[in-house]
């Protein structure tokens, strides 16, 4: 189960056929509606959307609900904290707290929108290698100044691809040490200050020398963090324009839905 | 006074989809005074194996017993040290005596007796009470290596485990280390070193247990190992076994160069070998 | 194609990790580099591709000083190198982005890229793990794809640093197997090791010690010269019951570099008396 959380699964439907860049916007679009999402309609027009997408990609219900279910602590959370924490009229008394109706309504507003953002992001990468992810996020970046920053779109791809194999690698390092101070009898509840101090000094110099190793290996294969071309080939084809269009047109409608009814 | 693993079964991530057998049924005994190798591929279950022995992994099923103490009831880590790969990365202490103290200091030990057990450490280790005072990350890589055994050893352990112990060394400072693994066994501490490579340690061990895919294929003493029939043998064992299989008499359980010379040269002109 | 003169290095913190050497490296050579822990092997390897730079004296390759910070990108596209710690050079999140890494830095069209990068996946012998994340590698095929990631661009020397140093025996058989092809396909290789073994497909054998070249001659006559144990290192038990034979006389010819050589001979030997 824990396997499938926000993997990819390979396929041909028309949602892995389209340009990364296309659906890292579609995904923008989409979580600018459902933080503006207040009533019933506009929920309903949202689950309505994301179904067709559903429908589009290959997804399986299964690598939904996969990437959904592991935050079930954190969305109960923001359930309950809602439901007791909104003032309003009560219609329910548990253990001398009280639950309102405001507060029911908006625990689950808040609620679905997590949930609606964790089914549309599991749509993106069920369809997306994270390395196409990364290269559409590098390339949209890319009319950004980031130099301000100190960096550039090429730094920040980079990182964020390195970071999908170090921190493992880090974890797995982290391990290896606890193993190396337990042995020489660390107890961790008794010495919570010593054993913090014996982990992290080694760890910070074991992840300075890996730091010290990559920054010479992409030396030595002449990385300049300046322009770089990339394996991946995008195209931003008719498809792309296409979708993004009609996509375009669905979010405007349910961003305007509020506005029409008043009519 | 032993080791004693029966029937012990191991996974990683239990009940989980990522779940992993490293440990299959293996059940071995070792006695306190022993030198042991254990070795097999790169992901056979070795270090998964050691690491029930001073109970960083607890079984899943089958016991783990030191001196006759179940691992998963109480503490034996005072018993058992353990040396990693490349244990200079455990280093932390400001000092080199704060660092070589840290063990000692953690099973209990105080004061007076403290300093002398770190002192003893040290000298073991060849390493100069001057550099006691001295920040360990200023020293070579080597004397690094010395002052993280020192670390271990500084607690006394009746069982000493060493994992990959030789990986990155070149020869001089393997034999150093062997020499220093020899001392201690003669004082009376159990050394068992995992090993991938069989060739360097095989000449100084009692005993030698071969682990493949989580099982042991084969336990007992270096001669036994030369004798048997279908596992893979160091390069000296291996050219005398080949002459013997060709029907040439040589003596074929040796590891020794020069007894591996003497051997053929007596075979080409064995009144010359014999006058001198 | 690698010409150092009278190079010295010395650490900001005072360690002169190379005393004057001398080098001159021909093209199309295959150059193993000895010598124990510490003797400064890496630091002068490193110098070659303009990691490092002289405290004094000069390296040129291919006539490019590396003193020209400008020449910096062809020096290095020339002379490429491969790292000791098989999990620590890894910059993509699969196989084939690693690979393609250089090519992207050098500005390759994606199409050019594809290309190139499965030609080098095949010539390794990974092709079926081009889309796999490194972590799910062994050690041995971490190396391998760091050699490919290398191969990929084009260079026309490769160094490996201790490449084989932390990996089990049948790992190191194949990475040197991949080491003697890529020598075979034409490219000048320079291999750091302190295990004489892999020194014995070499054309020439140089061993450090206390940062300077203290022997430089072919294999068989370093090995058979007796002098390596004064530098720390130890010849391989077949080498050495080889090289007894010779010595006392029994063997004459060829030293004996392998088990099936030394095995052959002797059962020569034997037959005949
Ligand atoms: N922390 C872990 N989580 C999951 N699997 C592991 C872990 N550590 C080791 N393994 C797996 O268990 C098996 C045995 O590993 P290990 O005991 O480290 O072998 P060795 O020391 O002989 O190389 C390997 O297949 C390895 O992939
Ligand atoms: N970054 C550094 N700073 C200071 N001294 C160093 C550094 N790197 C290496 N040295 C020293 O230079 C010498 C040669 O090191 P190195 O070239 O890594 O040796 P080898 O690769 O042969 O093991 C050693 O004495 C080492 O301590
Ligand atoms: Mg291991
Ligand atoms: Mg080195």
């Not at chain 1, 290698?129 to 730094?155: A, C, H, M, Q, Y």
């Not at chain 3, 041995?140 to 026309?156: D, H, T, W």
């Amino acid at each position: 189960m824990t396997g499938m959380f926000f993997s990819y699964i390979p396929g041909n439907s028309l949602l892995h056929r389209l340009d990364p860049r296309s659906k890292i916007i579609g995904i923008m679009l989409a979580s600018i509606l459902i933080f503006r999402a207040m009533s019933v309609y506009e929920m309903l027009a949202i689950g309505v959307v994301f179904s067709i997408l559903f429908l589009l990609s290959s997804t399986t219900v299964k690598a939904v609900y996969s990437s959904v279910y592991p935050m079930r602590i954190i969305l109960i959370f923001i359930f309950t904290i809602h439901l007791f924490f909104t003032e309003g009229s009560s219609i329910l008394s548990v253990f001398g707290m009280n639950i309102s109706y405001e507060g029911l309504l908006k625990g689950s507003t808040v609620t679905l929108r997590f949930i609606y953002l964790l089914m549309f992001a599991s749509l993106l990468t069920s369809s997306t290698p994270s390395s196409l992810i990364t290269v559409g996020i590098e390339r949209l970046l890319r009319p950004f100044p980031l130099k301000v920053l100190g960096i550039s779109s090429f730094d920040l791809a980079a990182m964020m691809s390195m970071s999908l194999y170090f921190v493992p690698l880090l974890h797995g390092s982290f391990n290896d040490l606890k193993d190396a101070q337990l042995s020489r009898g660390l107890d961790m509840k008794r010495h919570p200050f010593k054993a913090m101090y014996s982990l992290t000094v080694p760890m910070i110099r074991v992840a300075f020398r890996m730091a010290d190793d990559l920054a010479m290996s992409m030396e030595s294969r002449c990385y300049q963090g300046v322009h770089r071309t990339s394996i991946f080939d995008l195209r931003f084809g008719r498809m792309d324009f296409l979708c993004i269009s009609i996509f375009g047109l669905l979010s405007a409608i349910i961003f305007f839905m509020p506005v029409l009814q008043d009519f | 006074m032993s080791i004693d693993i029966k029937n012990l079964i191991f996974s990683y991530n239990r009940s989980t989809s990522l779940e992993k057998h490293a440990l299959n049924d293996v059940s071995l005994s070792i006695k306190k005074g022993d030198f042991v190798l254990i070795s097999g591929e790169v992901g056979s279950g070795k270090s998964t194996l050691i690491k029930h022995m001073n109970g960083l992994l607890k079984p899943c099923s089958g016991s783990v017993e030191v001196d006759g103490i179940p691992t998963h009831k109480k503490d034996i880590r005072s018993k058992v040290g353990m040396l990693f790969q490349f244990p200079q990365k455990q280093l932390f202490g400001k000092t080199v005596d704060e660092d070589i103290s840290f063990g000692p200091a953690n099973f209990g030990i105080k004061g007076n007796q403290l300093k002398k057990q770190v002192h003893e450490a040290m000298d073991l280790m060849f390493l100069d009470e001057s550099i006691a005072s001295v920040s360990p990350f200023d020293l070579s890589g080597g004397q690094m290596r010395l002052v993280a055994m020192a670390g271990v050893l500084a607690s006394k352990p009746d069982y000493l485990i060493l994992d990959e112990p030789a990986s990155g060394l070149d020869a001089k400072n393997r034999k150093i280390l062997f020499s220093i693994l020899k001392k201690l066994n003669s004082k009376g501490i159990s050394i068992i070193v995992v090993s991938h490579q069989i060739s360097d340690v095989l000449p100084l061990v009692d005993r030698l247990f071969l682990i493949d895919s989580g099982k042991i294929v084969f336990k007992g003493s270096p001669d036994e190992y030369l004798r048997s029939t279908n596992l893979y043998l160091p390069d000296i064992p291996w050219i005398m076994k080949e002459l013997h299989d060709r029907g040439f008499d040589v003596k074929f359980d040796i590891f020794d160069i020069d007894e591996a010379f003497y051997e053929v040269s007596s075979l080409l002109n064995p009144q010359k070998v014999d006058e001198q | 194609m690698i010409q150092i003169n009278d190079l010295s290095h010395r650490f900001p913190n005072g360690n002169l990790a190379l005393d004057s050497v001398n080098l001159n490296i021909k093209k199309g050579e295959f150059v193993v580099i000895a010598g124990r822990n510490g003797s400064g092997k890496s630091t002068l390897v490193r110098h070659m591709n303009a990691l490092l730079l002289p405290s004094s004296g000069n390296v040129i390759v291919n006539g490019m000083g590396s003193s020209d910070q400008k020449d910096h990108w062809d020096i290095r596209q020339a002379v490429s190198m491969v790292f000791q710690n098989p999990d620590s050079q890894f910059v993509g999140m699969t196989v084939e982005e690693d690979v393609a890494f250089g090519l992207e830095n050098l500005g390759m069209a994606s199409d050019n890229i594809r290309e190139s990068v499965d030609r080098c996946l095949q010539f390794a012998g990974l092709s079926e793990y081009s889309k796999t994340s490194p972590i799910h590698l062994s050690g041995g095929q971490k190396q391998k794809v760091a050699i490919a990631s290398v191969l990929a661009m084009y260079p026309e020397c490769i160094i490996f640093d201790e490449v084989t140093s932390m990996l089990d025996h049948a790992s190191c058989n194949d990475v040197m197997d991949l080491i003697n092809s890529v020598h075979k396909a034409g490219k000048t290789v320079i291999h750091v090791t302190h295990r004489l073994e892999e020194a014995t497909t070499a054309d020439r054998l140089i061993v450090m010690d206390a940062g300077r070249i203290v022997l430089d001659d072919t294999p068989s006559n370093i090995f058979l010269s007796g002098k390596v144990s004064d530098f720390g290192l130890e010849l391989p038990p077949i080498i050495a019951l080889a090289k007894k034979f010779k010595d006392s006389g029994i063997l004459q010819g060829y030293l004996a570099l392998s088990k099936d050589e030394l095995l052959e001979d002797l059962c020569q030997l034997i037959l005949k008396t």
